[in-house]
């Protein structure tokens, strides 16, 4: 029955998908199409407004269509967009672990690791790039490149398409997102992209500080004075003089409401994991071909990150504790690597390059790290991950 209109969406598809946004279809005013014939819907697209915390930055856009983000949770746990119905979005980015996989690479449709580890879908409405190397541009575009990758679902749009008009049940949530049961890759990745937007952490730990609902601990404390400062000499106006100030120096690349971009950046950026020489993956630079960015990638969130290990994008370190001893001890100096990473001599020893030449060293003590853990677990939040608006609707029906 929609056969012809599949292949005319198809041939669209190179333009429409990746300027699609919510100006689009989202808030178009309802339209009064009949429903199929022997079917008594009726469509009423409801408009939610998001509950986001006066904190976090503005948006244009803080309303998602409710029909929209219930096709696209389907769409988000449908395994039969993959070529042997066993892979979904959902197959990698499990809610109880912040939407990513505890994998160190993440397995596709035949077992077969993928080359990264799975980053997590929450809070995106604040992100503007996609995938460790930042292949993708928005969310829409982010959307349908799981369903095409021959790793992980191996599907083309126009199979995609083709299954789900088979399915009845795409009938009747597609009618109610859109007004008709049209089905297109545009529609498909508007809604997962709905679906996505709707996931928001606002209620760790650290939001509900940030709102004066609790109090940090004294270790929690000292870890975000740590994770905010850039170690080195800070003038001191009572004593009219320089004085050495010791940090994480985590903050020059985790701020913003994500923790995952320094301020006027893009937040590509090489931390330190390997030397020109060790490097065996490049990152940023297979998207771009600049050989400024060679072994670049997207700075990670860090909301609930305590439940997203393994950690980095080849996933190599399995704990918190691992991570902080990278950034103390090991960050490899090369040709790209980021200028936040260097810190300042210090009377103390923290943060010099290593005699060799070869590292950056902060020098933190156990109790600092241990302390920047602290702070970093304040941003678990159990009630996302806990949430039934973004569970499997395949497990309820």
Same mark, same amino acid.
């Given at each position: 029955?929609?056969n012809?209109? $599949? ?14 946004n ?57 395994? =039969? ?78 199979e995609a ?25 545009e529609? $498909? ?50 004593f ?5 100030? =010791? ?31 060790? =490097?065996?993956?490049d ?7 600049n050989p ?5 990638f ?17 996933? =190599? ?23 936040l ?57």
């Amino acid at each position: 029955m929609k056969n012809e209109w $599949i292949y005319i969406s198809i041939i669209f598809i190179g333009s429409a998908v990746f300027s699609c946004n919510n100006d689009d279809e989202g808030t178009a005013p309802p339209i009064n199409n009949p429903a199929p014939e022997g079917k008594d819907w009726v469509y009423q697209p409801t408009e939610v407004e998001l509950e986001i915390p006066a904190y976090f930055p503005e948006i244009a856009n803080n309303k998602i269509i409710e029909e929209k983000f219930q096709l696209g949770r389907h769409l988000f746990y449908e395994n =039969r967009l993959s070529r042997n119905n066993t892979i979904s979005c959902g197959s990698c980015h499990h809610q109880n672990k912040a939407f990513t996989d505890g994998r160190q690479f993440s397995l596709g449709l035949n077992a077969e690791p993928t080359p990264r580890n799975a980053m997590s879908v929450v809070n995106m409405l604040w992100e503007d790039l996609f995938f460790w190397d930042a292949r993708a541009k928005t969310l829409e575009e982010q959307a349908l490149m799981p369903i095409q990758d021959h790793i992980e679902m191996d599907l083309t749009l126009a199979e995609a398409v083709d299954r789900l008009d088979k399915l009845e049940l795409y009938d009747s949530l597609f009618f109610h997102a859109y007004g008709d049961t049209l089905i297109t890759p545009e529609r $498909i990745a508007i809604a997962i992209s709905e679906f996505e937007k709707g996931i928001i952490s606002k209620d760790s730990k650290f939001d509900k500080f940030k709102r004066g609902e609790e109090s940090l601990t004294s270790e929690e404390q000292l870890g975000s004075k740590l994770f905010s400062t850039h170690p080195g000499p800070k003038w001191n106006q009572d004593f009219q003089l320089y004085i050495f100030e =010791r940090g994480g120096n985590c903050g020059d690349c985790h701020t913003s409401v994500n923790f995952n971009k320094f301020v006027g950046a893009q937040g590509m950026q090489n931390n330190g994991l390997e030397s020109d020489d060790t =490097r065996v993956d490049d990152g940023y630079f297979k998207v771009t071909n600049n050989p400024n960015d060679k072994g670049k990638f997207k700075t990670p969130s860090l909301r609930n990150v305590e439940l997203t290990a393994p950690y980095m994008h080849d996933g =190599r370190f399995n704990t918190l504790e691992e991570v902080l001893e990278h950034y103390n001890e090991h960050v490899q100096v090369s040709n790209t690597l980021s200028t936040l990473m260097y810190v300042n001599n210090d009377p103390d020893q923290q943060g010099i390059i290593s005699p060799d030449g070869k590292t950056i060293q902060l020098g933190l003590t156990e109790s600092e790290k241990s302390a920047i853990i602290a702070f970093l677990k304040t941003l678990t939040d159990n009630e996302l991950i806990n949430d039934p608006r973004f569970t499997n609707p395949f497990l309820e029906e």
